[in-house]
């Protein structure tokens, strides 16, 4: 696993949502009631998740408004589908995120 900076400090007094990349994947960066880390890509059909929005805690896809959560990146009811979140931590210098290899999943080594 390894951390990568996404960002330089920037202020987090207002929501956003961002599209960045860390390790080779495709994150959306998500400050509503804290930052969060998730893919941007719906599994549903490929929509960016960058474009959508936040409500109740879910992210909300901005083609056909599927919803995940922004902690466990659990689809609503019904999806039966989910999106991958990564740790997220706020340093001095910027905001970094954590992301695994495919090796790494694939052989349980950290
Ligand atoms: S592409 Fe995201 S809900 Fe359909």
């Not at 998740?49 to 992210?59: D, E, F, Q, V």
Request: contains cysteine.
């Amino acid at each position: 696993m390894a951390w990568y900076k996404v960002a330089d400090a920037f202020d987090l007094s207002k929501p956003f949502i961002r599209k960045v990349s860390a390790g080779g994947k495709s994150i959306c960066l998500v400050n509503a009631d804290k930052v969060y880390a998730v893919s941007s890509k719906c599994p549903h059909a490929g929509a960016d998740l960058s474009g959508g929005w936040c409500k109740n805690g879910k992210l909300i896809c901005p083609f056909h408004r599927y919803a995940y959560d922004l902690e466990t990146g659990k689809g609503a009811p019904g999806q039966n589908d989910f999106i991958n979140v990564y740790s997220v931590e706020i340093k001095d210098d910027g905001v970094y995120v954590q992301v695994t290899s495919w090796l790494e999943r694939l052989t349980g080594k950290k």
